[in-house]
Every structure is written in C-alpha cells, then in structure tokens.
C-alpha cells in the first residue's frame, strides 16, 4: 500500500471517530441543564443521612417547574436511579422566573417506601435552573432525597450515641 492510501484511511477513521463522539456529546448539548442527585434509605427515621443510611436504586424522581404566580406547570421532567441511589435528568430551557422542584415519585423497597412530610422534612427539593445567577456551567445538583421506613432499625440506638445525637422525645415516640 502507498503513503496516500494509509493517509487516506487514517483520515475516514479520524473522521468517523470525530463524527461519533459529535453524535455523542449531542444529546446533552440539546439541553441546557444536566442536574443530578441521590436518594437514599433513611433507616433511623433522623430525616438525615446517617452510616446506615442506604442508596436506593430503582427509585423513580421526578422534577417540575411552575409558574410562582399562575402555578402552571411549564417542565416535568422524570428519571430512575441507579444502583448508586444516583439519577441525573436532562432539562431544555433557561427557568429562571421559576419554582422548580425534584420529589419522590415511587420506592421500589415496601419497607422503605414513606415519604417525609412533616417538620423540616420536605418531599422535594428546590432546584436553580437559570444561568443568570452567578451559577457556571450546566451541571446542577439536588439536596439528597430520602424515604424513611416504616420502623427505626436496632443498629440506630448505637449509631445515635455514635454520633452523640440525642433525637428530641416527640422522635423517639414516633418511631
């Protein structure tokens, strides 16, 4: 084979390879944010994340944003976690006049299926969608997310002196 042959097929491999990480790179570029978060399994019902606490996978998430105003719905945008407790969802669009929100749609554990939502505890979290606040890039981020379950664990007690957190009475009774 001569010089001009191999150049010629070093370059439709250079082209080709160019072509797929293009093809690649464009799903994400037709968006304008990629946020991302974590659910997870809170075991001692403390509505934080603890060393037992567990990523849930499978769990379905959800994010809305809505008029503040009129309270339309102008995005809905669903995803799964993986097996990580880990989900990222693909939004189109600047919303910055915005109310938007990730919540818990649906667990895939009966035992650890509540969703918080009393107290400081909330069902969803606030979110930034907009580029005209000081915030670069298009990567955003969700406060972690949580389902309690149904009964505290036996491991909470040694946890809880662990972490020398002594839960308010109201908690103890509840749980």
Do not use: W
């Amino acid at each position: 084979m001569g010089k001009s042959t191999i150049m010629f097929i070093a370059s439709a491999i250079c082209l080709f390879s160019l072509i797929g990480i293009t093809q690649a790179t464009e799903e994400s570029d037709n968006y304008q944010f990629i946020l991302e978060g974590i659910v997870y399994c809170d075991p001692c019902r403390a509505e934080f994340k603890t060393n037992l606490s567990e990523p849930l996978a499978d769990v379905r998430v959800g994010m809305q944003c809505r008029n503040p105003e009129t309270e339309k719905v102008t995005i809905t945008v669903t995803a799964s976690t993986n097996s990580t407790g880990y989900y990222h969802m693909l939004i189109e669009g600047d919303h910055e006049n915005e109310i938007c929100e990730t919540y818990l749609i649906k667990s895939p554990r009966e035992d650890c299926s509540e969703i918080p939502d009393e107290g400081h505890a909330r069902e969803s979290s606030r979110v930034t969608l907009t580029n005209n606040n000081g915030i670069a890039g298009k990567y955003r981020e969700s406060n972690a997310l949580f389902f309690l379950t149904k009964t505290v664990a036996p491991e909470c007690e040694q946890e809880f002196k662990e972490m020398e957190y002594i839960p308010e009475l109201k908690d103890i009774n509840q749980a």
